[in-house]
């Protein structure tokens, strides 16, 4: 996740950007910079690599100024170059960037058309020009960003900077977290507040949508239809902020909207970009007759998914316990075969265990965890991180996505080396799960809608989840994301499954969620939602816009994710499982972050 940072100070801003752009290196980037205005001037130093380059650079060629803006950028638009390093400029124009700008494509057309060309391949400097051309148009450095900002379409947070303006910045935050830092005659901004602590203790947070004129005398914040919008002031605890929530409410908040970045970090650790997998040595599954995937909760869902995966790509048999159960029914193992283990914290106790007895029955013990440190991962004979980060929101919601991401590659690795697809097939793959941050973060748009379904489904006892296929096991992780937070009972059905049992339920008081992108099953998943409807059912239908289209004229609500295959689709449509349950538990008024009887990391059976 890219690191951003700003600077309104009474002293020189290049060392002080320097020292919080180092503090933001466990975000992870491949290239650094930053912009200052000195005597009305605005210029800017960028280096590939790690901050100490960086740190040389300014050494040689030093950069003047008490005003600046620096960034951390981990790549996505563009390779990791200097052209494409963060600060961008455009004429008396600086900005740095975290999120994707959707539309830049569109944009950057529009801007060429109007001779404002384009140097490197980033969605970010696309953002400076439309504010260069708005200010050659006669507007004011606040009104060109104002106008800039309701141009974009994406998740973002940014800060500008301008040329003849040593006092002025201007702060924008939306999907993003962005903080500003309020000291004696000086003013800061940050992506979280760890980046801002040696500099302040004083921070307030930008919500959804918000937009600040930021100058030494204080900032002026507005939030996404103009207008003001005061946030209140707080003081962080310094010894406390290597795990804070970067100006969310909650830590789930907070996660979820990190999706987007982790599940490209993992992209990026074991793909190419020549569309090939990285996969360890090891990863060969010529000869495996069968996969047994073994795991507990969420990641237990996380392996039902899998197991279509594995099977209708890989034409490999695959089997999923619950880790609870596995060893006591004393499964027989094929020395053949693997043994998966999928767990968030690698210390389940339940799925240690299961690994224990799995050992020495199966060709190759296999983990996927978050912490490669842990119990699981050192037991195991080849260990995968899933490289979600530290996730401390009880429910998962990022670590269940990248869990997703990291086994749909095992499988598509599978199917090359049993014959099943060939290396074309598999780059096409490969790209379909290179779009997903970006589509992600139109499913995380959807937020404000969703908050408004779940105000609803608050005043509900009972919600059914309805998937078919691979979406089947996404019911099953709505249900659970929603009774562990809002402690409403949720379950989740195979929607073929609903006349043999749980349309008993289904009244005008009982909602129904259904999961259903337009894939092959869509039709007898339309058919199951007529069904609830006929009798006076609540129904809400999670599809993409043909599938609204066709099937959504007597639904309750509905909500429209983007197009992408179908294969992949469950990783796309856990976000608004997550959201919803998120939500419903705002309006319940639970404890989200912690919820009643529940914990992090079970370890103990």
Known sequence: MCGIVGVLGNHEAAPLLVEALKRLEYRGYDSAGIATV???????????????????????????GKSGIGHTRWATH????????????????????????????????????????????????????????????????????????????GAFALCFLFDGYDDLM??????????????AGEMFVGSD???????????????????????????????????????PETRIQIAANRVEKAGYKHFMAKEIAEQPVVIADALKHYTTAEGTLRLPEGVDFANVDRITMVACGTASYACHV????????????????????????????????????????????????????????????????????????????????????VEIGVASTKAFT???????????????????????????????????????????SLSTPIAAIADDLAKAQDILFLGRGAMFPLALEGALKLKEISYIHAEGYASGELKH?????????????????????FEKTV??????????????????????????????????LPDMPPVFAPILYALPAQLLAYHTAIAKGTDVDQPRNLAKSVTVE
């Not at 210029?43 to 003047?64: E, I, M, Y």
């Not at 990791?80 to 999120?99: D, E, F, I, L, Y």
């Not at 201007?170 to 000291?183: E, V, W």
């Not at 490669?372 to 004979?381: F, G, K, M, W």
């Open 527 to 560: 058919s199951n939602m007529q069904e609830v409807m006929a009798r006076h059912g609540k129904v809400l239908l999670i599809s993409d816009a043909q599938g609204v289209a066709e099937a959504g004229a007597g639904a309750w609500r509905t909500l429209t």
């Open 306 to 389: 899998a197991k279509y995966w594995f099977e209708q790509i890989a034409g490999l048999p695959a089997e999923i316990d619950v880790a609870s159960e596995f060893r006591y029914r004393e499964p027989p193992l094929s020395p053949q075969s693997w043994a998966l283990f999928v767990s968030q914290s690698g210390e389940t106790a339940d799925t240690l265990a299961a690994l224990r007895y799995a050992s020495g029955k199966v060709a190759r013990v296999v983990s996927v965890v978050n912490v490669p440190t842990s119990s699981i991962a050192r037991e195991s004979d080849l260990s995968l991180p899933i490289l979600a980060g």
């Open 38 to 64: 000195n005597a009305g001037k605005l210029d800017r130093r960028r280096a590939v690599g790690k901050l100490v380059n960086l740190s040389d650079l300014l050494v040689h060629n030093p950069l003047a």
């Open 78 to 153: 563009g390779a990791a170059t200097v052209t494409n390093a963060h600060p961008h400029k455009a004429g008396p124009v600086a900005v740095v960037h975290n999120g994707i700008i959707e539309n830049f494509r569109d944009l950057r057309a529009d801007l060429a058309a109007s001779g404002y060309a384009q140097e490197s391949q980033t969605d970010t400097e696309t953002i400076a020009l439309l504010a260069q051309r708005f200010i050659d148009s006669g507007m004011t450095p606040i009104e060109a960003a104002r106008a800039t900002l309701h141009r974009l379409h």
């Open 193 to 231: 507040a760890i980046a801002l602590a040696p500099m302040t203790d004083r921070i307030t947070y930008l919500e959804e949508g918000d937009w600040a004129v930021i100058t030494r005398k204080g900032a002026e914040i507005f939030d996404q239809a103009d207008r003001p919008a005061p946030r």
């Open 170 to 183: 201007i702060a924008a935050r939306k999907g993003s977290p962005l903080a500003i830092g309020h000291g």
């Open 501 to 521: 049992g749980p349309i008993a339920l289904i009244d005008a008081a009982v909602p129904v969620i259904v999961m259903a992108p337009r894939d092959a099953l």
């Open 402 to 444: 990248c869990q997703l991401t990291v086994l749909a590659l095992l499988a598509l690795k599978a199917a090359l080396d049993r014959g099943r697809i060939d290396a074309a097939t598999l780059a096409g793959h490969l790209q379909s799960l290179r779009n997903l941050p970006g589509l992600m973060n139109h499913a995380l």
